[in-house]
């Protein structure tokens, strides 16, 4: 049990590379050690942003692994996350497209389920069973952002400026 309680408290990266969250941030001794003028102390640090997401990733995990999702519901819980009619600045031609994208995804989501000869009230029943880890999934990206923004206004590290581009749109 200590070996999956371990594995879930890995972030992997494309490369197969690995940040091990269990280890309290040892990952970046380095970097609080080399900078001339720390803008926060590491335990400051880790509290205010590591910790958190920690919680949300170990949290998010343990709600995947435990909900056993085939890959077509993971792709399709995805797709309507990212298909978020209640964005910001979008036009209602925007809107209107998003929603029509949603549906899409939703319809798609249904065929697979009937294609498998599941009858349409057990697939509503897996569909809303999926669609209930889209809270752990808001709250993880929340956490993210909260995370991210503290680390842009007050410089904590170096990052890629791109991800401004990306997180702040």
Same mark, same amino acid.
């Given at each position: 049990?200590?070996?999956?309680?371990?594995?879930? +408290?890995?972030?992997?990266? /494309?490369?197969?590379?690995?940040? @091990? $969250?269990?280890?309290h941030?040892?990952?970046?001794e380095? *970097?609080?050690? %080399?900078?001339?003028? /720390?803008?926060?102390?590491?335990? %400051?640090?880790?509290? $205010? $942003?590591? @910790? /958190?997401?920690?919680?949300?990733?170990?949290?998010?995990?343990?709600?995947?692994?435990?909900?056993?999702?085939?890959?077509?519901?993971?792709?399709?819980?995805?797709?309507?996350?990212?298909?978020?009619?209640? !964005?910001? =600045? $979008?036009? *209602?031609? +925007? &809107? =209107?497209?998003?929603?029509?994208? &949603? =549906? #899409?995804?939703?319809?798609?989501?249904?065929?697979?389920?009937?294609?498998?000869?599941?009858? /349409?009230?057990?697939?509503?029943?897996?569909?809303?069973?999926?669609?209930?880890l889209?809270? !752990?999934? &808001?709250?993880?990206?929340?956490?993210? #952002? *909260?995370?991210?923004?503290?680390? &842009?206004?007050?410089?904590?590290? *170096?990052?890629?400026?791109?991800? @401004? @581009?990306?997180?702040?749109?």
């Amino acid at each position: 049990m200590k070996t999956k309680k371990k594995h879930l +408290s890995r972030i992997i990266a /494309p490369d197969g590379s690995y940040t @091990d $969250l269990s280890d309290h941030g040892a990952q970046f001794e380095a *970097e609080f050690q %080399t900078q001339s003028e /720390p803008v926060m102390d590491k335990d %400051t640090c880790l509290k $205010l $942003l590591y @910790d /958190p997401l920690k919680m949300c990733l170990n949290e998010l995990g343990t709600a995947l692994e435990h909900s056993k999702m085939t890959d077509t519901e993971f792709c399709a819980l995805f797709a309507i996350l990212l298909f978020n009619t209640a !964005a910001d =600045n $979008l036009s *209602e031609a +925007s &809107r =209107n497209a998003v929603m029509m994208a &949603r =549906n #899409r995804v939703m319809k798609d989501w249904f065929e697979v389920y009937a294609k498998q000869g599941k009858d /349409p009230e057990e697939a509503g029943l897996l569909v809303g069973n999926t669609l209930l880890l889209l809270t !752990a999934v &808001r709250n993880a990206m929340s956490v993210h #952002r *909260e995370n991210f923004h503290v680390i &842009r206004c007050f410089n904590v590290m *170096e990052y890629d400026k791109l991800i @401004d @581009d990306l997180a702040f749109m």
